[in-house]
């Protein structure tokens, strides 16, 4: 696992914001290494976009992760509720600042038992097979460690093999009934190096997401810029006519 001063460190030494980000890179079975992947934060003002990724689930997918064939309705209304006060969500941009894959973190409420929280997740189709699903889970064990959760719960069908993976992978017991099954995994204490790693994670995040937005709008300038020479072109080609 990355220590806290390893993450900090990647953090500060992001490329150019004109190379492809690490988000993008497909994993290489060989790499001696882990790539870091940029986890960002989801504030409400992200609604939308989380929208737009639950509802471009196929069905099938929106069967897995909210245990119902949910329809556009009740999708929308799910992302209407979300509590960002009392709950976590993370995500992962593409370059075109589309959320690819994202996680909600949900803590017990006021009067449940307060050390418990459970974990949802949904990777877009096209970005299947590169490991984000098990790096938004270590991220949200992170978070929720250093919120004092002693218990972390991922309710699943027991069809959803790939989340089943990743609780299984990270240690967690899973018990099956029927159709549905449950796996918890036991976290401890809080320590110095995982709320630094929290902070250095969030900090590479936000630096990453920047340098996607500057260089979307880089991007953007160009296409103007190219379309402005066209159509100079085009009008003095006719001129010349």
């Known amino acids: 696992m990355l220590t806290a001063k390893a993450l900090f460190l990647a953090s500060l030494g992001v490329g150019s914001f004109l190379k492809a980000p690490m988000v993008e890179a497909q994993p290489r079975a060989a790499a001696p290494h882990p790539v870091m992947v940029p986890i960002r934060s989801i504030g409400p003002r992200e609604r939308e976009r989380i929208a737009q990724h639950l509802l471009a689930l196929p069905q099938h997918d929106r069967y897995l992760r909210f245990g119902y064939a949910a329809s556009d309705e009740q999708v929308q209304r799910y992302v209407d509720g979300l509590d960002f006060e009392r709950d976590e969500l993370f995500g992962i941009y593409n370059r075109r600042l589309e959320l690819i894959a994202m996680a909600h973190l949900a803590f017990a409420p006021a009067d449940q038992q307060q050390d418990c929280a459970e974990f949802g997740v949904s990777v877009a189709v096209h970005a299947r097979g590169r490991g984000y699903g098990a790096r938004l889970f270590e991220r949200a064990v992170v978070v929720a460690r250093n ?94 006519a």
């Open 147 to 240: 919120e004092g959760v002693g218990m972390l719960f991922i309710h699943a069908l027991s069809e959803n093999a790939a989340m089943l993976k990743i609780a299984r992978n990270a240690g967690a017991t899973v018990v099956r009934s029927g159709s549905e099954s449950e796996a918890h995994l036991e976290l401890p204490a809080a320590t110095f190096d995982s709320r630094m790693s929290e902070i250095a994670l969030q900090h590479f995040a936000q630096v990453d997401y920047q340098l996607k937005t500057r260089a979307k709008q880089f991007w953007s300038f160009l296409g103007e810029l190219q379309e402005i020479r066209s159509g100079v072109r085009a009008a003095r080609d006719k001129s010349a």
